[in-house]
Nanobody, 124 residues
């Protein structure tokens, strides 16, 4: 079992930055593909970013490409989402997820473990 805990959310003005963290307990994330998704009120959960277990491949939604960066620190058993140039439309609850097959996918149904989410609010 993998327990994921997100942190780093908050309120930020448009144009600002936040770094989300996703820490795991009880098990190493080293061999997992990791993803970030978000869920805004009245909308479906959407893919944000994903990372192959090797760290060699990353994937981004078009809406965040060039602004967000996913990375991992295996020594800290943590995955990050650096978010720059934030926009009001980035407001959502952000979730990290782990893919036991290591790929890092863009579809939420392919992930096996999920965190509880962290709120990001971007004011205009």
């Amino acid at each position: 079992q993998v327990q994921l805990v997100e942190s780093g959310g908050g309120l930020v003005q448009a144009g600002g930055s936040l770094r989300l963290s996703c820490a795991a307990s009880a098990r190493s994330l080293r061999n997992f593909g990791m993803g970030w998704f978000r869920h805004a009120p009245g909308q479906e959960r959407e893919f944000v970013a994903a990372l192959h277990w090797s760290g060699g491949s990353t994937y981004y939604a078009d809406s965040v490409k060039g602004r967000f960066t996913i990375s991992r620190d295996n020594a800290k058993n943590t995955v990050y989402l650096q978010m720059n140039s934030l926009k009001p439309e980035d407001t959502a609850v952000y979730y990290c997820a782990a893919d036991k097959y290591g790929v890092g996918r863009t579809t939420s149904s392919e992930y096996d473990y999920w965190g509880q989410g962290t709120q990001v609010t971007v004011s205009s």
